[in-house]
């Protein structure tokens, strides 16, 4: 059945509104956590975006490789940001869903829609990855301290994940990588012209 613009949607309940958890931890936290968690929510969809932005743009003598290993690093980070909506959910809240907010409120920087030198993607997902390893590290604390073990090992579960991203981007931005290599050999080359 369509609906008319007459019909009035019901609304059960309303984004910030914290309801009962089944799990008895108390409002006063599960309003902060929750609060937290759609934080992160918005940066890992920032996060998401920006892989999958780098894995299509992707380009140079490694570019395959890279290529591959960025859809792999957006797949696990969309698999975390839809574990945390159900942890949201779980503790009583609204997972942010609304896209217009994700930039907003993301503590990873929306790097924009252009394209960047393939040294520079990297450098933006390495950084991105390493704001989310300290924001989650300050959650896990956050979570021990109000015996939410479950949400506590959700995030350490993730921060495994986000610390091996972390590595192999760290491994693709080393000197010895063969897009630097040859940047720096067809520079000495024409420089020596």
Known sequence: MQKTGTEKQTIKQKFGHVEENPIRLSEGYTKQ???????????LFITLFQLKKHHWLVEGPDWKHIHTSLDEYA???QGHADELAER??????????NPSRFAELSYVEYEGEDKMDLRM???????????????FRERIQFTKKNNDFGTEDVLKDMIEDHEEIAHEIDHYLKNASLEHTIESVNHNITKSR
């Open 75 to 77: 797949k696990t980070i």
């Open 88 to 97: 949201v959910n779980l503790l009583g809240g609204i997972p942010l869903s």
């Open 121 to 135: 993607m990297l450098q933006n997902d390495l950084e991105a990855q390493q704001i989310t390893i300290e924001q």
């Open 33 to 43: 956590i929750i609060e937290q968690l759609n934080t992160d929510l918005a940066s």
